[in-house]
């Protein structure tokens, strides 16, 4: 059982925030408050991995969501004409909301209908290290697959902004 | 001849060494059976005080600083009427910041632009949480310590943006699309300089990091004098300061992110500057410099002493920089990420892994490595900027190829303009006869 009052005070905090400005994305009517409101709904997610004793992976979700993906997504939605850039009323809400609620139902089930081993109390070692090991040990295979499709992804990128008629010269 | 050396005392009261005080504290609550959560959260409270009110400090003497430095660098005087050699010159510009009127355009994005200011300052002072000050002197000691630094730097420059977006005004917005690209282009060579300091190194704590310098007597800049180049030039980047203050480039864009702010909120944006650079200062001290080791002398002096010391020392490398380069043009400087350090920054990458690779297995005592390193290290860094130069740089040519002069050029005329029905600027004549 859980005892400490401050972490569960501490999950509820962060819990409402995150979920609050996750909402908040989908109704504000700005694409770049949306975009605002993504980096504290990813900052809130990171404070609920600090509250689980995981480290490492708060601050990766710190830098690489909050720092790198939210870079991205101002950079696409400066590079929108003006006249798309907000959130504007679309044919498809009414099915996106269905969606949604579906795949909520789908993840509250699943939360209920699975049996968590609850970790035990007490310190928890450093988990970059671990996670590094599980990286190149067992999960290698993954890893290396997903490293393969980035690197793809990156050179597709490259391929399709690459003009024709384009000088060689990098 | 010992006890002369040790000139700290184990009073509480002997402000040299401070974690004195605070276990002083801490043993008092323990004594009246205060409750477990109470020393936590006043040591947080007694930490957070010491580093904000260094902070806080530290940003009103650094105006001084730097404007005195900078003013000797280009042959001026810089501050000095206000009080003795102008040491209240920050004062009366805290003060005259504080009375100048707050003004808001109306076509502001109200929210946005209030919380900007606050959103750049924050990550700077809670970089300094993570350092060490002193042994068994950091406020948190994260594990992952590095990557906290980096993603607390990343999170300045989306402030910014959100400075420059809410003003809405077209120079302002110049400026934070600068920040965002330059953010991209700089964040990957700042991470992998540091990544080959934490391969050497063998952690992410930044303790740790120290610790493992004090224990070979061995800064890290002597080993990876690379990394420490790159990661110098890229922080200065991320800082906007003036060899890469294109977000704010006066004589382009106004000011960029900060052309609509004024009175305290653009105070806290010029504090925020100088808190960052007091970070990285401190960030650059903790990883390359040592942080509060220094061979012997953190035996006879506090550690903070000496951390502060050499967070001024980077400090005045940043001043330096600033006093004598002039400013890039943002494509030079994007371009200089992509193709000088990124690239060098991967090859400095392989190469140190290749090392620690062989100083595991082959077991060599650190004595003779870590000189060996280094020296190969110097050499190659050395020899990989001649190389760069060589093949990315500017071609040396003693006839430009390029044309120099507008008579030169070949101008196509323009169409002759119809004469205007209102010729004879009725406006200048107006004027000349009132």
């Known amino acids: ?170 | 001849m010992p006890a002369l050396l040790t000139l700290i005392t184990h009073n509480w009261y002997d402000i040299r060494d401070l974690s004195n005080l605070s276990g002083k504290i801490e043993q008092l609550i323990r004594d009246a059976n205060g409750p477990g959560w109470l020393v936590f959260v006043v040591s947080a409270l007694l930490g957070a005080a010491g580093i904000v009110s260094f902070i806080g400090v530290a940003a009103i003497i650094n105006i001084w600083i730097e404007r005195r430095v900078v003013g000797r660098m280009q042959s001026r005087l810089g501050p000095n009427r206000a009080g003795p050699f102008g040491l209240l010159q920050p004062v009366a510009d805290a003060m005259k910041l504080m009375q100048k009127e707050v003004l808001q355009p109306k076509v502001a994005d109200g929210l946005v632009f209030s919380l900007a200011p606050i959103a750049f300052t924050v990550p700077g002072i809670l970089v300094m949480a993570v350092l060490p000050w002193g042994r068994n002197m950091a406020l948190a000691n994260v594990d992952a310590g590095v990557i906290f630094i980096l993603a607390l730097t990343s999170l300045g420059a989306l402030a910014v943006f959100a400075g420059g977006y809410g003003s809405n005004n077209k120079y302002a917005l110049f400026g934070a699309m600068r920040v965002i690209a330059m953010l991209v282009t700089y964040e990957i060579p700042s991470v992998l300089a540091l990544l080959g300091l934490v391969l050497f190194s063998g952690t992410m704590n930044l303790s740790g990091i120290v610790l493992f310098q004090a224990k070979y007597w061995t800064p890290l800049l002597l080993v990876q004098p690379l990394p420490f180049i790159i990661y110098f030039i890229s922080s200065s980047a991320e800082l906007n300061r003036t060899p890469a203050d294109l977000a704010e480039a006066e004589s382009e864009i106004a000011g960029g992110y900060h052309v609509e702010y004024s009175g305290m909120k653009f105070g806290l944006f010029y504090a925020a500057e100088l808190i960052n650079a007091v970070s990285v200062s401190a960030i650059i001290a903790t990883v390359f410099l040592g942080g509060w080791w220094f061979y012997k002398l953190d035996e006879v002096v506090p550690g903070w002493m000496i951390f502060i010391g050499k967070i001024y020392a980077v400090y005045f490398l940043f001043v330096w920089t600033r006093g004598t380069l002039p400013r890039f043009r943002i494509d030079q400087l994007l371009a200089f990420a992509w193709k000088w350090m990124t690239p060098m920054a991967f090859l400095n990458l392989v190469l140190v892994a290749a090392e620690v690779l062989i100083w595991n297995e082959t077991g060599v005592s650190a004595g003779l490595v870590l000189p060996l390193y280094a020296v190969i290290n110097t050499a190659f860094a050395g020899a990989l900027i001649v190389a760069w130069v060589k093949v990315m740089g500017p071609k040396f040519s003693r006839f430009p190829e390029r044309l120099r002069y507008y008579s030169q050029i070949d101008v196509p005329s323009l169409p002759a303009v119809a004469p205007r029905m209102d010729e004879g600027a009725p406006g200048l004549t107006e004027g000349r006869s009132a």
């Open chain 1, 1 to 170: 059982m859980i005892t400490d009052t401050g972490i569960v005070v501490a999950f509820y905090v962060i819990g409402i925030t995150t979920v609050a400005s996750a909402l908040m994305v989908a109704a504000v009517r700005d694409l770049i408050h949306a975009v605002l409101f993504l980096v504290l709904s990813f900052v809130g997610v990171a404070g609920i991995y600090v509250v689980l004793s995981a480290d490492f992976v708060a601050v990766a979700q710190i830098l690489i969501y909050a720092g790198a993906i939210s870079v991205l997504l101002v950079f696409a939605v400066m590079l929108t004409p003006a006249g798309d850039r907000r959130n504007s009323e679309t044919a498809f809400r009414a099915p996106a909301a269905v969606l949604a609620g579906l795949v909520l139902a789908v993840t509250v089930f699943v939360i209920y209908d699975t049996n968590w081993r609850i970790a035990s109390h007490g310190q928890f070692g450093a988990t970059a290290a671990s996670l590094g090991r599980a990286f190149f040990k067992p999960y290698i295979v993954p890893f290396e697959v997903a490293s393969v499709l980035l690197v793809a992804a990156m050179v597709g990128a490259i391929a399709l902004t690459q003009e024709e008629g384009e000088d060689g010269a990098a």
